[in-house]
């Protein structure tokens, strides 16, 4: 079983940058895929960015060229930084970890992007 834990979330105004982390119990090396969701009220949870056990990454959209998403295998971590935060970013951001047929998610962190 694979527990992942994210923070990093919180308040900022419009065009500021929030970095999230994503902490996965045991090696990272051994998850397929960890990918970053958001949910917004009233709104379905959104695929945003997904990096694989290789490091080749994958991105929606409506982020690309403003989060990034990378791993630190060392410390079994995976961030995603964003930057030009808009309003419509504000949403619950989890994690979420794949490994074989069993995905695993976090509690989710709060991002809130103030106009």
């Known amino acids: 079983q694979v527990q992942v834990v994210e923070s990093g979330g919180g308040l900022v105004q419009a065009g500021g940058s929030l970095r999230l982390s994503c902490a996965a119990s045991?090696?990272?090396?051994?998850?397929?895929?960890i990918s970053w969701y958001r949910q917004a009220p009233g709104k379905s949870r959104e695929l945003l960015a997904a990096?694989?056990?290789?490091?080749?990454?994958n991105y929606v959209d409506s982020v690309k060229g403003r989060f990034t998403i990378s791993r630190d295998n060392a410390k079994n971590t995976v961030y995603l930084q964003m930057n030009s935060l808009k309003p419509e970013d504000t949403a619950v951001y989890y994690c979420?970890?794949?490994?074989?047929?069993?995905?695993?998610w976090g509690q989710g962190t709060q991002v809130t992007a103030s106009s």
């Open positions: 990096i694989t056990g290789g490091g080749s990454t």
């Open positions: 045991g090696s990272i090396t051994s998850i397929n895929i």
């Open positions: 979420t970890a794949l490994r074989g047929p069993y995905q695993y």
